[in-house]
């Protein structure tokens, strides 16, 4: 909590106007091009906003990185609520794809919903952003912004997001 306070006063001392949160999901999906490319990123290059975050924690043989290691720090409603009470920066959150849980998360004071299947790598068989957003803008209500960040390739694809209740792509 301390690294994550000193993070968002950094945020909000560098004129950022939101926060954004993904939720649905603790890992990057399989990107087989750039596996079958052999692609990593440089050993120079890192994350320096997140510089003094402590790695996830080891397992023991047998366990799943996964499973044991990241899934038991996934984020929680308890979480939301924290970085609401600690940062008065809008919130949006990627990836919520249940209207119960858009219901509950604007009933806890997110801003917006990021409405995401992580372009169907990081979630297989998630159902596409044009299935979801007709009951995720019924269960949030008008004002509510719904933005869209996946399944767009074309402009018709912006105007089909935006009839189904999209604000933004």
């Known amino acids: 909590r301390a690294f994550m306070r000193d993070l968002l006063q950094r945020v909000e001392a560098a004129g950022f106007q939101a926060l954004v949160l993904t939720v649905a999901a603790p890992v990057h999906g399989a990107r087989d091009r750039e596996r079958r490319a052999g692609y990593q990123l440089p050993p120079h290059l890192r994350a320096v906003n997140l510089g ?3 790695k996830p924690v080891d397992v023991a043989p047998g366990q799943s990185v996964l499973f044991d290691g990241l899934m038991p720090r996934a984020a929680t409603w308890a979480d939301i609520d ?4 600690h940062s ?13 849980d858009a ?12 409405v995401s ?14 299935a979801l957003l007709p ?4 269960a949030v209500g008008p004002d509510v912004p719904l933005l869209v960040d996946g399944g767009i390739r074309r402009g018709t694809d912006v105007l089909k997001a935006i009839a189904l209740g999209a604000n933004a792509v």
Not at 88 to 100: E, I, N, S, Y
Not at 117 to 130: E, I, K, Q, V, Y
């Open 82 to 85: 924290w970085l609401r009470a």
């Open 117 to 130: 299947n992580h372009g169907g790598r990081t979630l297989d068989t998630l159902p596409p952003t044009a």
């Open 103 to 114: 219901r509950d998360a604007v009933a806890r004071g997110v801003t917006g919903l990021i």
């Open 52 to 54: 003094g975050l402590k």
């Open 135 to 138: 009951p995720l803008r019924a």
């Open 88 to 100: 008065p920066l809008p919130l949006l959150l990627k990836g919520v794809t249940h209207p119960d």
